[in-house]
């Protein structure tokens, strides 16, 4: 059997069912509590679970996220909520020293089960503090491992991997994608990191999207279907681990890669994707790699400007047919 | 003469101040047994004699990269780890060989953790700056003043929620006061009423910069005013007056009626660390805080002048700890180095590693 929710359902759901799982799991965060958070993710935990595991801080998030630590390696598995992924910056030290680092400069010794969630993401207006997405700079640090699901069964499977494991995770949804609805089975399941999907398939170029942009690269696909040019579409799902196999493996059928995200452009993961492909298959690409990312600026308030920035369906679909000599 | 933040004159008026109005007389509380006086005296020789060697290991090359010196401090760490239980905890600073040991660890993993070698506390890993017994409740060294004090506010979470009277002692310099961590976090146990007990340890100087230049208030306990906690400030360089104060905050924690700010005052008595040539103070004399204020000094006094221990005992226990510092270097110098293949070893779970590789 199956239902069709949402992403906020599924984080939601998934949230309730570890916390009734394991009596350890607990989360901190403005307006996690009576609140139920902004979005509603949280929402039914503070009644059903009390104040001690759901508790609503002040606005401390240097406090809060290392006090995640603390009680991470002293027996909980706690979960710290960022309100929006821009202030992920405030508790910084806490995440590259501290989270990052404890268990390799301790020898070892520290389980550091954590997961921080935070909402990224452009659009609607939300300006230059509200609308990024970090996932670079986390991918970047060794000790973190950095996921960023964009379906409701992702959501709530890699979830329920993050808050289960042993490891720091950097959980971050895309809060212009908490509405978008998806097959959910009624049976329990994790999935693993590390394993991306092939969500469309397709012979010529093979587009690698990073969160939101899997649907925007979908949406491009289908159109350029009616051009005759099929796009393989891969959702990484885990920027860190990342799977690298699946990537290698469309890109030795399409010998065309487009690597998609909502981040600015310089120094994205973008740019990793693409030079690992150089480095380890440049022998499969018959074209050169593009890299479709937002521009490098601050994001803008207003909406025409906002547009310009924030890379699109159709600047998937000109880059593709510009890649396939069409233009 | 180097340009020094404070001079002579002033440091000798805060001296003067300190006597009359912080530090008090040694005497061993009623409820510390002689043995446990004996104890405390033991583990304050042994972090005498380990960072006396700590320098000049550094010199030698037998230490490769930064220490800090725990010098003038023994009697704070010692002084609060008394108080405290098996499934306690503590996190550390920077300066935290200290905290190792009264915390009852090994000076043989420890000398080896500072000569980088296999068998050390983080194989290698760490080294001072980051050195951790977790296995001992003490929860590491950090290379960022002012980290710690969110990571014993999730300890001491931990023990509230998972309904332990355990507490956690969160030991802290002065330079840690301004950081804005410091406050968030102190803000934080007070409204959750934590069992932590914040313990700075105020030895006047953050690297070059005096305290009393540093904050509009140099008395860091009345802070403790403004999260409505109790704040106090005490003679650190005197055990018995810290053991005091923690046991009383550590019996306030665990009946759940939340965190204490205790300000322990003593007197950086080296450089910032190893390599420090401490050209922003005035060394030109010997350094009065030390002279007078010594807690090694004052605390063989006492054992002595209260008839403790006779003079040979208090002789006998600090060259039995002297020895052991010199065993543990022997054993570090001979220790194994960390072999290449455990570069990668302990950056994420094993789980992971086996299924993901490190890189």
């Known amino acids: 059997m199956s239902r069709v929710i949402t992403i906020k359902k599924a984080i939601n759901e998934a949230l309730h069912e570890e916390f009734e799982r394991d009596p350890s799991v607990i989360i901190m965060g403005c307006d996690v509590g009576i609140r139920g958070n902004p979005f509603g993710l949280t929402s039914g935990l503070f009644e059903k679970f009390g104040a001690d595991r759901v508790r609503d801080t002040p606005i401390s998030e240097a406090a809060f996220v290392g006090a995640c630590l603390g009680a991470a390696i002293t027996g909980l598995r706690p979960i710290g909520e960022i309100l929006f992924s821009d202030w992920i910056t405030i508790p910084m030290d806490q995440i590259v020293n501290q989270i990052a680092k404890i268990r390799y400069m301790f020898g070892g010794k520290t389980n550091v089960p954590l997961v921080i969630r935070a909402p990224v993401g452009a659009g609607g207006g939300q300006a230059a503090q509200h609308s990024q997405s970090f996932e670079a700079w986390f991918s970047h640090v060794p000790g973190l491992q950095v996921v960023m699901p964009i379906t409701p069964y992702d959501a709530k499977g890699l979830l329920k991997t993050a808050i289960r494991g042993n490891d720091p995770v950097l959980f971050f949804e895309h809060k212009r994608g908490y509405e978008i609805q998806g097959e959910m089975p009624d049976e329990e399941y994790t999935i693993p990191f590390g394993q991306a999907v092939v969500r469309r398939e397709g012979s010529d170029v093979t587009i690698v999207a990073i969160s939101i942009m899997v649907h925007r690269a979908l949406a491009a696909a289908e159109e350029l279907s009616t051009f005759g040019i099929e796009c393989e579409v891969i959702d990484p799902r885990t920027i860190y681990p990342f799977d690298y196999d699946t990537v290698f493996k469309s890109v030795s059928k399409t010998h065309r890669l487009i690597v998609t995200h909502e981040a600015n452009r310089r120094s994205g993961i973008g740019a990793e994707i693409v030079s690992q492909v150089v480095e380890r298959g440049f022998e499969e690409l018959d074209e050169k790699p593009v890299i479709v990312a937002g521009l490098n600026v601050p994001m803008p308030y207003n909406h025409t400007l906002e547009s310009m920035v924030i890379p699109n369906e159709e600047k998937i679909k000109q880059t593709v047919l510009q890649m396939m000599d069409k233009v | ?359």
């Open chain 2, 1 to 359: 003469m180097p340009i020094s933040t404070i001079s002579m004159d002033e440091s000798l008026a805060m001296l003067k101040q300190f006597k009359k109005e912080v530090m008090n007389e040694l005497k061993a509380p009623a409820d510390l047994s002689r043995d446990q006086v004996l104890e405390i005296y033991r583990k304050m020789a042994l972090i005498r004699e380990f960072d006396t060697n700590v320098k000049t290991l550094w010199k030698q090359n037998f230490i490769y990269g930064l220490a800090h010196s725990y010098l003038g401090a023994e009697a704070v760490a010692v002084g609060a780890c008394a108080a405290l239980k098996k499934g306690d905890y503590i996190t550390s600073t920077h300066r935290g060989h200290g905290h190792v040991i009264a915390m009852g660890g090994d000076v043989n993993k420890m000398m080896s953790e500072l000569m980088g070698k296999a068998d050390g506390y983080c194989r290698g890993k760490g080294g001072s700056m980051h050195i951790a017994s977790v296995d001992d409740g003490m929860l590491g060294a950090t290379g960022i003043v002012g980290s710690g004090m969110p990571i014993a506010v999730g300890s001491a979470l931990s023990a509230q929620v998972l309904k332990k009277d355990n507490v956690t002692i969160c030991f802290h310099g002065d330079g840690g006061t301004n950081q804005g961590v410091w406050h968030e976090s102190i803000n934080l146990a007070a409204a959750w009423k934590l069992p932590v007990i914040f313990l700075c340890e105020n030895n006047q100087w953050a690297i070059s910069l005096n305290y009393a230049k540093a904050t509009g208030n140099p008395v860091v306990a009345d802070r403790a005013v403004g999260y409505g906690i109790p704040g106090l400030t005490i003679d650190g360089f005197n055990p018995f007056a810290v053991y005091g104060a923690v046991r009383d905050a550590v019996a306030r924690a665990r009946k759940g009626d939340g965190p204490s700010l205790i300000e322990a005052r003593y007197y950086r008595y080296i450089g910032h660390f190893v390599a420090d040539d401490e050209r922003y103070r005035d060394t030109s004399t010997n350094n009065p805080w030390r002279e007078e204020m010594d807690p090694i000094k004052r605390i063989q006094e006492y054992l002595i002048s209260s008839s403790t221990a006779s003079t040979e005992e208090v002789e006998r226990i600090y060259s039995s700890a002297k020895k052991e510092v010199d065993a543990a270097i022997k054993h570090a110098k001979k220790a194994p180095e960390p072999s290449a293949d455990t570069l990668w070893d302990g950056l994420y779970s094993p789980e992971f590693m086996k299924k993901y590789g490190g890189d």
